[in-house]
């Protein structure tokens, strides 16, 4: 195996099978000719990097490891064999092998072909093959599906997939077009780093990414406000290491000139009218293939115009199987992901029992998870470390009562493993009902066993019993349905040992209220979660941006759990965990 060279299987396969008069059609032919109806079919798995090793007896997953070794380091562009790093074989073609190299002959390219053509085993091909050739760490796809997903659920399966999307849900589709221009500005930002010009000149790269996307034309139709965005991957991409393979049954109209200006690989398989072949390959032969031929096309870097064969892709599931094997062998992390699905609905009783296991003392300071925080293009569990009173608003039925027993939950479990934070810990938790107010405290000392008790506090005693800044004593006071304590004319105890409490650095107050309307200093409480009402004027009032609003689905104003942080000016999505 170690003998076998990575060109071997091209050069082999292009000698095949090929008759004497088989050459490439010079640009503004319009011969279909006998070459290409007469080139040999050729199956994928016979024909992708690796295979030598099937016929030596092993498996393929070896001898994509054999060549995910030999490529392991890309080369830099002054290297000799960069121009064969990124070249893989689909088919046949009147020049001997159908080979394509998209970083040399794009950096883009355009695919075009009626429905039957074979523009979807062409796509897999190309991911396939290149897939074997080269390891995850050099090479990643995002796949952008606009015809039900069906084109690429296997190949999101693969390792190097760093993301895929199909238009059944138009939402991850803006957060995967806004994943991919927050990675363009990283990669600028890298290349300007290391004070070089380009993607090869860079030390230690990135993978490579491809982004594939099916049926462009409804993805402009769908999503017209986001085209600027491929615009701008397309004229950028190429000097970071990012191609775009944009697959469309008609590109009339549909691809803008900015775009084409920056796509040099022009492929065609069978088209309609000669307008759309002449306008893609500068020749008509693309409108001459037969409706019975599938996988019979043309392509075109700018310099000739050459018949091509694409290669059958019967076994795909079995290439991603021996891929997914070899991934394993050489104990490959996964790359991460660019993009996540939006925030789910509910978050699960496991999901609960994650976020209360997070809950962890940091510098001496009660460090909580609330659930899953939204950024546009990732989700991440949202932590809020316990420095400064937090107050939730939200109507009945939005979710203040779950989260303030999520937070008790997890303030448990912390004083319960205190002796982490080298202070004596007071936790206390009231509530209102037809009854009147009961309150529920607990005691953990950071070197003893947490004690509690139960009072209906007719009268009751200040949560924290000294103003000394530097006590080693700190209170936790949760206090749920607050809104009447906050009126200014309410003389009750309670009212006032809330004020007291507010006022008090040693004290961290929790407490969820029905309406904005009664937080009258909003000051004391820099920690802010707004659960939307779906009234603008009320929902800016509270606090939440303008520009956040209008990026808040309808839904979110009735999905229980569905909230706003406001963290010193900051303003994050949330879906709070649920019991």
């Not at 409706?291 to 290439?319: H, K, M, R, V, W």
């Amino acid at each position: 195996m170690t003998s076998l060279k990575t060109t071997h299987s091209i050069k082999q396969h292009s000698d095949e099978g090929v008759s004497e008069d088989s050459t490439a059609y010079p640009l503004g032919s319009m011969n279909v000719g006998a070459p290409l109806n007469a080139l040999p079919p050729v199956k994928l798995q016979d024909i992708v990097a690796g295979h030598e090793a099937v016929s030596l007896g092993g498996f393929l997953w070896q001898g994509i490891v054999h060549h995910w070794l030999i490529n392991k380091d890309p080369p830099k562009s002054s290297d000799s064999k960069a121009d064969e790093y990124y070249l893989t074989m689909l088919g046949s073609s009147t020049q001997g092998g159908f080979c394509l190299n998209l970083p040399k002959q794009g950096p883009h390219a355009l695919v075009a072909g009626t429905t039957g053509s074979g523009k979807s085993v062409l796509l897999q091909d190309w991911c396939l093959s290149l897939a074997c050739k080269l390891p995850p760490q050099c090479v990643n796809f995002v796949f952008l599906d606009f015809k039900g997903g069906s084109a690429f659920n296997l190949l999101s399966k693969l390792p190097h997939c760093v993301g895929s999307v199909s238009d059944l849900n138009l939402e991850t589709s803006v957060r995967a077009i806004k994943a991919l221009e927050l990675e363009l500005k990283r990669r600028e930002q890298i290349v300007a780093d290391q004070g070089v010009t380009s993607f090869e000149q860079l030390d230690d790269p990135p993978a490579r990414l491809l982004v594939v996307i099916d049926e462009f034309q409804a993805l402009r139709q769908q999503l017209p406000d986001y085209m600027d965005h491929l615009v701008q991957l397309a004229s950028l991409g190429r000097s970071l290491g990012i191609h775009l393979i944009v697959c469309s049954q008609s590109t009339l109209g549909q691809v803008s000139t900015q775009m084409k200006a920056n796509m040099n690989l022009n492929i065609s398989l069978r088209v309609r009218d000669t307008i759309q072949s002449n306008e893609l390959l500068g020749s008509n032969c693309a409108a001459l293939i037969s409706p019975n031929s599938p996988g019979l096309g043309f392509y075109t870097d700018g310099e000739q115009l050459t018949g091509f064969y694409c290669a059958s892709c019967e076994q795909a599931g079995e290439i991603i199987r021996q891929i997914e094997q070899a991934t394993r062998f050489c104990m490959l992390p996964s790359p991460c992901k660019l993009f996540t699905a939006p925030l789910p609905q509910v978050l699960s009783s496991s999901a609960r029992l994650h976020t209360i296991a997070l809950a962890h003392w940091e510098c001496g300071k009660a460090c909580i998870c609330l659930g899953l925080s939204d950024d546009g293009v990732k989700l991440y569990d949202c932590l809020l470390t316990l420095e400064h009173n937090l107050v939730i608003i939200g109507g009945p039925g939005r979710g203040k009562s779950n989260l303030i027993g999520l937070v008790l939950s997890q303030l448990k479990k912390l004083g319960s493993s205190n002796r982490t934070s080298g202070r004596d810990i007071e936790l206390i938790y009231g509530r209102f009902d037809s009854n009147g107010y009961h309150e529920q405290s607990y005691s953990y000392n950071h070197c003893e066993q947490a004690s509690s008790s139960n009072s209906s506090n007719e009268e009751p005693m200040p949560p924290c019993h000294t103003n000394n800044r530097f006590s080693n004593h700190l209170t936790f006071w949760l206090l749920d349905d607050a809104d009447e304590l906050l009126d200014p004319l309410n003389q009750d105890p309670l009212a006032q040992r809330l004020h007291l409490a507010l006022n008090n650095p040693e004290v961290q107050v929790v407490i969820s209220l029905k309406s904005i309307r009664r937080l009258r200093e909003p000051d004391q409480f820099p920690y802010q979660i707004i659960f939307p009402s779906g009234q603008r004027a009320e929902d800016v009032m509270a606090g939440i941006p303008p520009k956040l609003l209008q990026t808040l689905p309808s839904s979110s104003n009735s999905t229980p759990g569905r909230a706003i942080l406001l963290n010193h000016g900051q303003a994050t999505i949330l879906q709070c965990s649920q019991k």
